[in-house]
Nanobody
Framework: GQFVESGGGLVQPGGSLKLTCVAS????????MGWYRQVPGLEHEPVAIISALDTIKYGDFVKGRFTISRNDDQKMIYLQMNNLTTEDTAVYYCNRGWRQAEDPWGQGTLVAVPS
């Protein structure tokens, strides 16, 4: 699959952003889809994963602040992020898979929360 992420930007601590991913080349309705993030020098970290049956898992750091959702008809995956902190600064990516990312990474979208 291929993924195009958007919606990132510069946001003050405590602010909100909604990320959008458009998927292509896959039958999304049968796939788990997820959001990951990466800071320089570290591995991609799972943020939120949603199964084809809408079972969801979040990273421990989310603590109720983020909500993942999907629209299979439009092949889109969303991540609503609230109460952002400086520690959320990263490039955010979407990908396919429940246990691990299955496809090459897209270009991602940068979320920057200044101190």
């Amino acid at each position: 699959g291929q993924f195009v992420e958007s919606g990132g930007g510069l946001v003050q601590p405590g602010g909100s952003l909604k990320l959008t991913c458009v998927a292509s080349g896959i039958s999304m309705m049968i796939e788990a889809m997820g959001w990951y993030r990466q800071v320089p020098g570290l591995e991609h970290e799972p943020v939120a994963i949603i199964s084809a049956l809408d079972t969801i898992k979040y990273g421990d750091f989310v603590k109720g602040r983020f909500t993942i959702s999907r629209n299979d008809d439009q092949k889109m995956i969303y991540l609503q992020m609230n109460n952002l902190t400086t520690e959320d600064t990263a490039v955010y990516y979407c990908n396919r898979g429940w246990r691990q990312a299955e496809d090459p990474w897209g270009q991602g979208t940068l979320v920057a929360v200044p101190s």
